[in-house]
C-alpha cells in the first residue's frame, strides 16, 4: 500500500534550499477543486493565509472570467487573473480585460468537427457561453478522432488541449505560460520569485515558466512527473502542509 512521505516519518520537503515564493499561482478545477467540482475549504482557508502575509495568489485556469472573478472575489483576493489558459488577463481595477485571442475561429472548428465526427457536440460545455478566447468541447469527446480530424483541417494551426473537464481548441499562442509572462511583467514581478500548483496537462507550461511547481495528489501522471514536487495529499489537502512550508520559511527570512 502506498504511504505518504508523511505518514512513514519523513519530512516532506516542499520548498527548494534557501528559496520562498514571493507569487503563488494556482490552477482551480482538479487543483483546488475535487473530481466532483467540490472546492476545498482547507484550500480556501489557506489561501487567505497567503493573502493575508502579503503574498499574492494568482488564479490561473481554464476557466472563464465570470467564474474566475467569483472566486476571486469570494476568496479575497489581491492578484489579477489569468483565464481561459492565457487568453484571459483581468484585474477588476483595469478598464479592459486583456484579450490574447478571439474565441471566432475555435468555435467554427468545433463546428465543422460535430460534421465529421459522431457525438461532437459543437456547442461544448455550458461555460463556451462566456468564452472570449477559446472554444471547449466535453471531456469525454474522442480526443484521438478531434486530433486526427483538426490536423486534416483548415483549423490545424489550432491547439488541441485536454483537461479533466474539457478539450479545449485554441489558438497556438495561447497557454497559461504566455499569459501569466504577460501578466508577470505587468506587474513587475519576477518568474523566479513564483511557485504554481496544478494538476493536468494545462498546466505544463506554466510548471516551465516558473520558478518552483507542486503537482496535487490525483494529477495527471504527465503531470507529476513534470512537477519539482509531487504532493502526497490529493487536490485542495495539499495546501495547509504547503501554505506552512511556505510561511514558516518566510518568517525565517523575515528573522
Ligand atoms: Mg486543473
Not at 71 to 83: N, Q
Not at 190 to 208: H, I, K, Q, T, W
Request: glycine residues 8%; negative net charge.
Amino acid at each position: 500500500m502506498f504511504m505518504p512521505p508523511s505518514a512513514v516519518g519523513w519530512r516532506m520537503e516542499w520548498l527548494p534550499p534557501s528559496w520562498c515564493p514571493k507569487v503563488v499561482v494556482i490552477d482551480i478545477d482538479g487543483t483546488i477543486t475535487d473530481g466532483k467540482k467540490h472546492l476545498s475549504m482547507q484550500a480556501v482557508e489557506s489561501i487567505r493565509r497567503l493573502e493575508d502575509a502579503g503574498v499574492p495568489v494568482v488564479l490561473a485556469t481554464g476557466n472563464v472570467r465570470p467564474i474566475t472573478y467569483g472566486l476571486w472575489r469570494f476568496l479575497g483576493l489581491s492578484a489579477p487573473m489569468c483565464c481561459e489558459n492565457g487568453g484571459v488577463l483581468w484585474h477588476p481595477s483595469w478598464k479592459e480585460p486583456m484579450l490574447r485571442a478571439t474565441a471566432s475561429e475555435a468555435k467554427e472548428a468545433a463546428q465543422w468537427l460535430a460534421t465529421q465526427l459522431e457525438g461532437v457536440d459543437p456547442d461544448g460545455i455550458a461555460t463556451n457561453r462566456w468564452r472570449e478566447s477559446e472554444w471547449c468541447l466535453y471531456p469525454d469527446d474522442p480526443l484521438e478522432s478531434i486530433v486526427d480530424a483538426m490536423n486534416r483541417s483548415a483549423w490545424s494551426h489550432l491547439s488541441v488541449v485536454r483537461t479533466g473537464f474539457a478539450i479545449h481548441l485554441m489558438e497556438p499562442h495561447l497557454s497559461k505560460g504566455e499569459g501569466l509572462r504577460v501578466l508577470f511583467d505587468r506587474m513587475g514581478w519576477s518568474v523566479d520569485d513564483a511557485l504554481c500548483v496544478g494538476d493536468a496537462p494545462n498546466d505544463l507550461p506554466m510548471f516551465e515558466l516558473l520558478h518552483w511547481s507542486v503537482a496535487v495528489g490525483g494529477a495527471f501522471e504527465v503531470v507529476a512527473q513534470a512537477a519539482n514536487v509531487r504532493s502526497p495529499h490529493p487536490h485542495g489537502a495539499t495546501f495547509p502542509p504547503l501554505v506552512n512550508a511556505i510561511l514558516a520559511r518566510r518568517a525565517e527570512a523575515l528573522n
